[in-house]
């Protein structure tokens, strides 16, 4: 039973780690026609995600502390993640990746096996969501799996860009 929320909260806590780094690094294609100086359009240029972000991550499994270091190149971001689980402590690493498309964003986190500590390094997690970043706010939802817990559900991520 701890396993399971503990793997849950990793889980959440790399995928909130991935909306957040989504949400701030943009992704999605590039407009067709000339863009114009409009910040609302969904075809804007993509908010800039580059940077440290931190948070909390929330999902069926509990919740968690996560940051994410991105880096960005038009488009697309990719970076690290880490996360501690707020009942046990645990910690854990991954990595995030996606697309923004204006403030709009997909995202994509992993954290390998090996990559928690404790008892739960045999444990690996996988997770997609979406989200929105505004000025040094993202948020967005997700859901995943968990090899060692399973299905992770109703997944939120906030993140504050430091």
Do not use: E, H
């Not at 069926?60 to 996360?83: D, E, N, P």
């Not at 991954?94 to 008892?119: K, N, R």
């Not at 997609?128 to 706010?137: D, E, K, L, Q």
């Not at 993202?138 to 992770?152: A, E, F, I, M, P």
């Amino acid at each position: 039973m701890r396993l399971n929320r503990v793997s849950g909260v990793l889980l959440g806590a790399a995928l909130g780690v991935l909306v957040i780094s989504a949400a701030c690094s943009g992704g999605g294609s590039s407009p067709t026609t000339p863009s114009s100086s409009s910040p609302s359009s969904s075809s804007s240029t993509p908010a800039s995600v580059g940077g440290s972000w931190s948070g909390t991550a929330t999902d069926s499994s509990g919740s968690g502390l996560m940051t994410w270091s991105l880096s960005q190149s038009g488009t697309s971001f990719s970076g690290t993640l880490t996360m501690t689980d707020n009942a046990s402590g645990t910690k854990a690493t991954g990595t995030v990746s996606g697309t923004v498309s204006g403030t709009s964003l997909t995202f994509s986190l992993s954290v390998p096996a090996g990559g928690a500590d404790g008892s739960f390094t045999s444990c690996s997690a996988t997770a997609s969501g979406t989200g929105s970043v505004s000025g040094a706010s993202l948020s967005g939802s997700y859901t995943g799996t968990n090899s060692c817990s399973g299905s992770v559900s109703s997944g939120t991520v906030t993140l504050s860009k430091q």
